[in-house]
């Protein structure tokens, strides 16, 4: 096996890696660390916190990829490698991905969605639903599949709820040691509601995830939970591979807006004269264009080029990446004028206020007072951005691979499955299943980026103190 680091990959580690040393730099500030405490004080917030967890988690999982050495090679000589790069959460779902379908097929069904037409031994046409491969072949007949599932279903529930109490007795173990008092004493406290933060409000939705993901994935290995597709994929499997594109392109997309937005804004704020005509003539003429134009016209350049260079890329795989990295490269470079507009008019105000007088008056540089006073106090304004920015940027994502302008179409992503989707919703009989499991996973990450930053924003925006 050889790891593979496609270059998304590199940056999504990367970040996760910053995010760790800034989350131990903001427990030495009591001041920050109040400020994030008081942030999931809220039970919403701290739901919405466990959910985008799950969905990262799930992202990680598919941002580490491998090759596999091809079977019986000669000892001694140089390995060789398969040409399909897979990743830990392919290795997961190996016996769900493995089990592809003729066509459609409704989800649980035994069935295929279409009726095919076939002659029989006798020589008679006729015209029915074929039998299903690999759903429910371990049935003796279809008449036990009702009571198969929910046999399935009751175990896999079990096994999750065993598990998620381990989990939990662990955490609890740990702020017990935290809290310096029993371990009875801290879980005590967590049942009666009285701990500092809603410990069980997250212990209940951690639960509640961790059973609905066991039960997904314990009965894809005997049914097609959500149905498949044209060629006879499962969806689950398409549904939880497009996590780690809307994650990504949530993410990784402020690395690229937060530099040039953070740099202009105060640049324009501080230094005025000149400097801020010309950053407001160049965030202003950006904005002019529409940005699906602007997106569509730098995506097909990016398209050309790829296709005139086939051998860039060793794999498909690498070739989906980098149009993945070149999309977030584009969404990053067209999305950074708004916040470049706040942090310019939070500058302005923030250079009048009596300290930063004085720090001119002693000859203290620009460069330190940006440092020093200005860049700590827009904080607030760039976490706020961010947090409402994630949502809008996987909405975007679905959008343009709807018109066709997004990620690559062998990548794996929501908005690639409503436009493979929309042409299904006409068939008859319809195929509904396909754009619903994208909608909800789609859903449910949105909607918990959108509480969540709610109460960023409350908490962090000093208008609302």
């Given at each position: 096996?050889?790891?593979?680091?496609?270059?998304?990959?590199?940056?999504?580690?990367?970040?996760?890696?910053?995010?760790?040393?800034?989350?131990?730099?903001?427990?030495?500030?009591?001041?920050?660390?109040?400020?994030?405490?008081?942030?999931?004080?809220?039970?919403?917030?701290?739901?919405?916190?466990?959910?985008?967890?799950?969905?990262?988690?799930?992202?990680?999982?598919?941002?580490?990829?491998?090759?596999?050495?091809?079977?019986?090679?000669?000892?001694?000589?140089?390995?060789?490698?398969?040409?399909?790069?897979?990743?830990?959460?392919?290795?997961?779902?190996?016996?769900?991905?493995g089990k592809v379908e003729r066509t459609?097929?409704?989800?649980?069904?035994?069935?295929?969605?279409?009726?095919?037409?076939?002659?029989?031994?006798?020589?008679?046409?006729?015209?029915?639903?074929?039998?299903?491969?690999?759903?429910?072949?371990?049935?003796?007949?279809?008449?036990?599949?009702?009571?198969?599932?929910?046999?399935?279903?009751?175990?896999?529930?079990?096994?999750?709820?065993?598990?998620?109490?381990?989990?939990?007795?662990?955490?609890?173990?740990?702020?017990?040691?935290?809290?310096?008092?029993?371990?009875?004493?801290?879980?005590?406290?967590?049942?009666?509601?009285?701990?500092?933060?809603?410990?069980?409000?997250?212990?209940?939705?951690?639960?509640?995830?961790?059973?609905?993901?066991?039960?997904?994935?314990?009965?894809?290995?005997?049914?097609?939970?959500?149905?498949?597709?044209?060629?006879?994929?499962?969806?689950?499997?398409?549904?939880?591979?497009?996590?780690?594109?809307?994650?990504?392109?949530?993410?990784?997309?402020?690395?690229?807006?937060?530099?040039?937005?953070?740099?202009?804004?105060?640049?324009?704020?501080?230094?005025?004269?000149?400097?801020?005509?010309?950053?407001?003539?160049?965030?202003?003429?950006?904005?002019?264009?529409?940005?699906?134009?602007?997106?569509?016209?730098?995506?097909?350049?990016?398209?050309?080029?790829?296709?005139?260079?086939?051998?860039?890329?060793?794999?498909?795989?690498?070739?989906?990446?980098?149009?993945?990295?070149?999309?977030?490269?584009?969404?990053?470079?067209?999305?950074?004028?708004?916040?470049?507009?706040?942090?310019?008019?939070?500058?302005?105000?923030?250079?009048?206020?009596?300290?930063?007088?004085?720090?001119?008056?002693?000859?203290?540089?620009?460069?330190?007072?940006?440092?020093?006073?200005?860049?700590?106090?827009?904080?607030?304004?760039?976490?706020?951005?961010?947090?409402?920015?994630?949502?809008?940027?996987?909405?975007?994502?679905?959008?343009?691979?709807?018109?066709?302008?997004?990620?690559?179409?062998?990548?794996?992503?929501?908005?690639n499955m409503i436009n493979q989707a929309?042409?299904?919703?006409?068939?008859?009989?319809?195929?509904?299943?396909?754009?619903?499991?994208?909608?909800?996973?789609?859903?449910?990450?949105?909607?918990?980026?959108?509480?969540?930053?709610?109460?960023?924003?409350?908490?962090?925006?000093?208008?609302?103190?």
């Amino acid at each position: 096996m050889m790891w593979v680091w496609l270059w998304t990959d590199i940056m999504i580690w990367l970040l996760v890696v910053s995010l760790g040393l800034w989350g131990w730099t903001i427990s030495r500030s009591p001041q920050v660390k109040a400020q994030w405490i008081a942030i999931f004080r809220s039970k919403i917030a701290m739901t919405s916190a466990i959910v985008l967890l799950m969905y990262v988690s799930i992202a990680l999982l598919d941002s580490l990829h491998f090759r596999l050495a091809l079977p019986d090679q000669p000892v001694g000589e140089k390995v060789q490698y398969q040409g399909q790069t897979l990743s830990v959460l392919d290795w997961v779902f190996d016996e769900i991905r493995g089990k592809v379908e003729r066509t459609y097929s409704a989800p649980f069904a035994l069935k295929e969605h279409s009726s095919s037409i076939i002659k029989t031994d006798d020589g008679q046409i006729k015209q029915i639903a074929l039998d299903l491969t690999h759903a429910g072949s371990h049935l003796a007949a279809a008449e036990d599949r009702n009571q198969d599932i929910l046999l399935k279903s009751l175990w896999a529930i079990f096994v999750a709820w065993v598990l998620s109490k381990l989990f939990i007795s662990l955490h609890i173990y740990w702020r017990a040691r935290v809290a310096k008092i029993s371990w009875r004493q801290q879980a005590g406290l967590v049942l009666k509601g009285k701990t500092e933060l809603p410990w069980r409000t997250a212990y209940l939705t951690f639960s509640i995830g961790l059973i609905v993901l066991a039960w997904l994935y314990h009965l894809g290995h005997y049914y097609h939970v959500l149905g498949t597709d044209k060629v006879g994929g499962d969806v689950l499997y398409q549904s939880f591979k497009s996590v780690r594109t809307g994650v990504l392109i949530g993410v990784l997309t402020t690395l690229v807006m937060l530099p040039l937005a953070l740099i202009l804004g105060i640049s324009a704020g501080l230094f005025r004269g000149w400097i801020d005509d010309v950053i407001q003539y160049l965030y202003t003429t950006l904005n002019s264009i529409p940005g699906i134009l602007l997106i569509a016209a730098a995506v097909l350049v990016m398209q050309t080029m790829i296709m005139n260079n086939p051998d860039w890329f060793e794999t498909a795989t690498e070739r989906a990446d980098i149009r993945l990295l070149v999309l977030v490269l584009i969404l990053g470079l067209t999305s950074w004028t708004g916040l470049c507009r706040l942090l310019r008019a939070e500058t302005l105000k923030i250079s009048q206020v009596e300290y930063v007088t004085a720090a001119r008056a002693f000859g203290v540089s620009r460069f330190k007072i940006i440092g020093r006073h200005i860049l700590p106090n827009v904080m607030h304004i760039v976490l706020i951005a961010v947090v409402l920015d994630f949502s809008a940027l996987v909405l975007a994502e679905a959008v343009l691979s709807y018109v066709g302008v997004g990620v690559d179409p062998t990548m794996h992503s929501w908005g690639n499955m409503i436009n493979q989707a929309r042409l299904e919703m006409a068939r008859e009989p319809m195929v509904w299943w396909s754009l619903l499991s994208a909608f909800i996973f789609m859903f449910i990450l949105v909607l918990a980026a959108n509480l969540f930053s709610d109460r960023v924003q409350r908490v962090l925006d000093p208008k609302n103190n």
